[in-house]
C-alpha cells in the first residue's frame, strides 16, 4: 500500500502566492509601449471669435515631406494624431477668407500642441507666374503680328 502524503492549506497558500508573485514579476518586465510622437490640434475661428467647421488643414512634415490632411469639425476643432517627431508647417483655408500659415511647429515625444487659428475675412487669392521665352514660335509670330515696329 502506497502511503499518501497530504499537503497542509499553509503550505498551498505559499505555493499560490509564489505563483502570482511570478506572474506579476513576468508582466512588470514586459517593454511598456512608449510614446514616439505628440500631437497638433486645435480651433479655427474668425476674427470676431465665431468658430469655423469646413476648414482644410494641411500640415506637412518639412524634414520628410510627409502630409497630412484634416478637415475642422462643426465646433471648429482639428486634430493630428500619433505624429512622428519632427518640424511641421501648418496651412489653414475656408472659404471666403485668407489662407494662414503657421511654420516650423515642433512635435517632440509625447508633446501635445494647441495651435488655434483665426482666419481673416477675405478672398484666397493665387499668384500666376507667367514667362515668356523668346524663341517660341507663338512668341515670335505675335510680336511681328501685333506689336507696333
Not at 20 to 49: M, Q
Not at 75 to 86: A, K, T
Request: aromatic share 6%.
Amino acid at each position: 500500500m502506497v502511503a499518501s502524503k497530504s499537503i497542509s492549506p499553509l503550505t498551498r497558500l505559499i505555493a499560490r502566492l509564489s505563483n502570482l508573485t511570478l506572474v506579476i514579476l513576468l508582466f512588470s518586465a514586459l517593454p511598456l509601449r512608449s510614446a514616439t510622437g505628440g500631437s497638433i490640434s486645435g480651433t479655427v475661428s474668425d476674427p470676431s471669435g465665431a468658430v469655423l467647421p469646413g476648414a482644410a488643414l494641411n500640415l506637412v512634415n518639412t524634414a520628410q515631406r510627409t502630409t497630412y490632411q484634416a478637415i475642422s469639425d462643426m465646433r471648429g476643432f482639428y486634430s493630428f494624431p500619433n505624429l512622428p517627431v519632427g518640424h511641421y508647417d501648418l496651412t489653414v483655408s475656408a472659404t471666403g477668407f485668407t489662407t494662414e500659415r503657421k511654420m516650423d511647429l515642433t512635435v517632440d515625444t509625447d508633446s501635445a500642441l494647441r495651435v488655434d487659428t483665426a482666419l481673416s475675412v477675405g478672398m484666397r487669392s493665387d499668384a500666376v507666374i507667367v514667362t515668356a521665352d523668346p524663341n517660341n514660335r507663338e512668341w515670335r509670330l505675335y510680336r511681328r503680328c501685333c506689336q507696333a515696329p
